[in-house]
């Protein structure tokens, strides 16, 4: 639809998702819940379990999970998701071919791409990129940058980084970034740009 309007547009891609067809951490995570009527979890940061019992307090305990997993670089997302998993009693789900959990596949990623199009960057598997090592940034960036290139038939100087608070990115992130070719990269921060913005420090328009 875009194309034939003419209006151009940025596509950025998690590549694990796409290669395999994978969840997030936080979507796992909700599975989980929506297959449960009720329960009980117990969680690194709360000193007693966390009951839920319906729609409203599964959408608080789903609020604290993501706000505690994006702000403390300890928490290893997909890690908690196998585990809640476990405690609910439930097999381990890392992929899903439900329609609104399917993800897209290369070659219609190849398909999609259309004169005035940009396909970026987005990570291997969507970590905040400011809480990895040295030696976790370069495979995340590595890999999510070969896999686009190699399945994909792109070769990008996008990207944009995963979560995108201001915790989510960091001068060696940028750093890292530019060594590979990025020349832009926005954030998820909420406001406009003037002309002089920094590329690696956009702001983004949210659309709800």
């Not at 396909?119 to 090592?133: D, E, K, N, Q, R």
């Not at 979560?163 to 989510?168: D, I, K, S």
């Not at 990115?169 to 002309?195: F, H, M, Q, W």
Request: hydrophobic share 40%; aromatic share 8%; with cysteine.
């Amino acid at each position: 639809m875009l194309d034939t309007l003419g209006v151009p547009a940025t596509i950025y891609v998690t590549s694990r998702f796409i290669d395999e067809n994978g969840m997030s951490w936080i979507d796992r995570i909700e599975l989980a819940l929506e297959h449960s009527t009720r329960g009980a979890l117990r969680l690194p940061w709360a000193h007693e379990p966390l009951s839920f019992d319906g729609r409203e307090s599964k959408i608080s305990l789903l609020n604290d999970i993501r706000q505690n997993v994006k702000s403390d670089r300890r928490l290893d997302g997909d890690a908690l998701a196998s585990d809640i998993f476990r405690q609910l009693e439930q097999d381990d789900v890392r992929s899903s071919d439900d329609p609104l959990d399917r993800k897209l596949t290369w070659r219609r990623l190849q398909e999609w791409v259309a004169p005035g199009f940009i396909v970026g960057g987005h990570s291997h598997t969507h970590a905040i990129l400011s809480f990895l090592s040295p030696a976790e940034l370069a495979w995340e960036l590595d890999m999510s940058l070969a896999l686009l290139r190699e399945r994909g038939g792109i070769t990008t100087s996008h990207y944009s980084y995963p979560e995108g608070l201001a915790h989510c990115y960091s001068a060696e992130v940028i750093a890292a970034l530019k060594s590979r070719g990025v020349v832009c990269c926005p954030t998820a921060i909420d406001g406009i740009n003037r002309p002089a913005v920094d590329p690696f420090h956009l702001r983004r328009v949210m659309v709800s």
